[in-house]
């Protein structure tokens, strides 16, 4: 952050406070809709287990960000390292695959195998592509029931691989919500500077006035809209914008083009 | 004489001045120096034992991809599952391993493009592209290697993306072989199907073929379909080493012709 003085840097504190709330508000229901949307897919495919895993850092490592099935749980946050197991090939080669028979191998699999105390035999692994990036990787284990297992068939991994645009889409959405809360805990926490119990009770005292509070309700609010519908999102941004010319008619001041 | 024969077509429309013998039924890809650049190959698999004859591997020195001498094998099993498929319709044919995926700290586009190139400076004479790429930053300069693959006469046959976006360089149709899977059990039993983005199907879906750690598996994707026409290409080869790959392309269009009637439909139509 470059020099400033005392109050511009509280005004940009100010407003990085309110995009880590706003980015909170945005990713937690993002993870929820993650989840729900891995349970709709598992289920047309007829999968037990069904993970969502991202990009973790610039070398390819992935980390697992939403999970269904008996292990979800702890598998929640486990890292592959860069280039294992199918997930880790197909985030580096963007390449989906099939695998019917994963057995008894010595890699990434029955490690996490051995965590979590799961018998993977069959994997479907897709790439999360959005602009052309490869940004995780959308995985299928198993099926319900009891094995033997169908493999999966060249038609479910075309659905899969439709699923996995979906759901490209909301990893993104996280992405970049994510993307400004960290770098808005890096600033907060990184800066020595500064004394921490004052920040706190500058952030306690932020978080607790009027002005932060009407802005999460308002977020709550577009969130709430933009859950309904289309419809409901075309109608919301439209008179939002119009909102915001109005406003900018009349300020010189616009959020948009800071 | 009927329409069809008087035109010089066969029933689907072929014409009959393509015709290919079936010498390559019998061969065995002897002599011919095939590159897959995918994630290394194992190559003390008893299936690709002695048939691997090098290996190189992509490493980043300042800011420059460049190629060393590689020992440490496949470090997905991507490759050697590719390799294995090769090996077993062209066993006698020279697989050579350029890998780029694993390498620490390179971008997967640029090792991409890296080991492309230097499969072409190698005049590698077939080269399996079993990965691909939907950025659209890759599409020039993978089109530029592929024109340059084409003038170098080497035969680039790559897997199509099974993803809704066109992936590259599998959309590339003039200069390159692409491949989509079918649900073909017979190995030789591919399909052209002219008009379409990725014209080629061939067996993928529920392939068993060599995997790490000596082992095997079955395995479904366009990955997988992509070998097997090297495999044939490497057959065709060894009975004329110089055909370009135009003539490839076009004896590919003819023996598919020859399988009509007995392909399936590609499953992603």
Known sequence: MPPTDGTNLEEKLGRLIETIDVANILTEPLTRSLTRLLEISASELNSEEASVLIREGSDGDLRFLAAIGKVAEQLINIKVPAGKGIAGFVMSSGQPMAVSDVGEETSFYSEVDRTTGYSTQMILATPLSHNGEIIGVLEYINRRGTPPFEPFSPVEMDRAALFAEAIASLVNAYESAKLFRDFGERVLGGDGGHDVGLVRDWLHKLRGSDDHREMMDLAVLVREVASRGDAERDLCRSILESVLRYSDSRTDTSYLSL | ?269
Not at chain 2, 185 to 201: K, R, S, Y
Request: with cysteine; aromatic share 8%; charged share 20%.
């Open chain 2, 1 to 269: 004489m009927d329409l069809e024969q008087q035109l010089g077509q066969d029933s689907v429309g072929r014409p009959s001045f393509v015709n290919i013998d079936d010498e390559w039924r019998s061969a065995t890809g002897s002599g011919v120096r095939v590159a897959i650049v995918d994630s290394g190959i194992d190559v003390s698999h008893p299936e690709l034992k002695g048939r691997v004859v090098g290996s190189v591997e992509a490493r980043l020195e300042s800011s420059r991809v460049v190629f060393d001498p590689s020992a440490s094998g496949d470090s997905a099993g991507h490759g050697t599952a590719c390799a294995g498929i090769i090996a077993k319709i062209a066993p006698d044919c020279k697989l050579f391993s350029i890998k780029v995926l694993g390498a620490a700290g390179l971008g997967d586009g640029q090792a991409f493009l890296a080991g492309l190139e230097f499969a072409i400076k190698e005049r590698f004479k077939v080269i399996n592209l079993s990965l691909g790429t939907t950025k659209p930053q890759f599409f020039n300069p993978l089109h530029d290697l592929l024109d340059r693959a084409y003038q170098a006469g080497c035969i680039v046959v790559a897997a199509a993306n099974n993803l809704p976006h066109p992936s590259f360089p599998s959309v590339f149709s003039s200069s390159l072989i692409s491949v989509i899977k079918s649900s073909e059990t017979d190995p030789l039993n591919f399909g052209f199907h002219f008009g379409q983005v990725i014209e080629l199907t061939a067996p993928g879906v529920n392939i068993r073929t060599p995997w790490l750690e000596k082992g095997y598996r079955t395995l479904t994707g366009n990955s997988f379909a992509c070998p097997h026409i090297v495999g044939i290409i490497a057959r065709l080869l060894e009975r004329y080493p110089d055909m370009t790959p135009f003539q490839v392309k076009s004896a590919l269009y003819a023996i598919a012709g020859e399988n009509q009637g007995r392909i399936e439909s590609p499953e992603a139509d």
